[in-house]
């Protein structure tokens, strides 16, 4: 740990280095750890999940949460290039914070629409409320709302 230098002679406080102080990683570990719990919570609301082996559920939604967090992470590198600042999230901006959502929201909105409708990759349970027009799931869209405040929220607060 350094120390920084107080000129009025005070005790110096410690300052952090590393990956840690980098935005980029926080919003990669806050993104994933907020995301997983969704990822589970929603497992009703997907076809076949809650008949899948208890392991096998975890994975997927592990995989899930992971692929939150790289698109988490995504949306914090186009807002930064767009702010031209990687500290953006320091003292957001409501553009800024709009940005980040609307970013993760397209994103979802067309791996949804293509995961259910061209990919066949999984298919939404009759439980699951979905938007008239392009039939996407409500609970990804409201992860996609919810989250990534939370998200700027708690790296507001872990980088110096």
């Not at 809650?50 to 559920?57: E, I, Q, R």
């Not at 949460?65 to 953006?88: C, E, H, K, S, Y």
């Not at 397209?106 to 949804?112: D, F």
């Not at 066949?120 to 405040?149: D, F, H, S």
């Amino acid at each position: 740990m350094v120390t920084g230098v107080d000129p009025r002679g005070a005790t110096p406080a410690p300052q952090r280095s590393g990956a840690m102080n980098r935005p980029e990683t926080n919003v990669f570990l806050f993104a994933f750890l907020l995301n997983l719990p969704w990822e589970l919570w929603q497992i009703p609301l997907f076809k076949g999940m809650p008949s899948l082996a208890h392991w096998d559920g975890v994975i997927m939604c592990t995989r899930a949460a992971l692929g939150d967090a790289v698109i988490a992470l995504l949306a914090f590198w186009l807002v930064a290039a767009t702010t031209r600042t990687r500290d953006w999230m320091r003292r957001p901006t409501g553009i800024a914070l709009g940005a980040f959502v609307a970013s993760g929201l397209i994103v979802t909105i067309a791996l949804e629409y293509w995961a259910t409708q061209v990919g066949a990759r999984w298919e939404y349970a009759e439980a699951m409320p979905r938007l008239p027009l392009l039939g996407t799931g409500l609970a990804p869209l409201l992860q996609w709302l919810l989250i990534p405040p939370l998200v700027v929220w708690l790296v507001r607060r872990q980088i110096p």
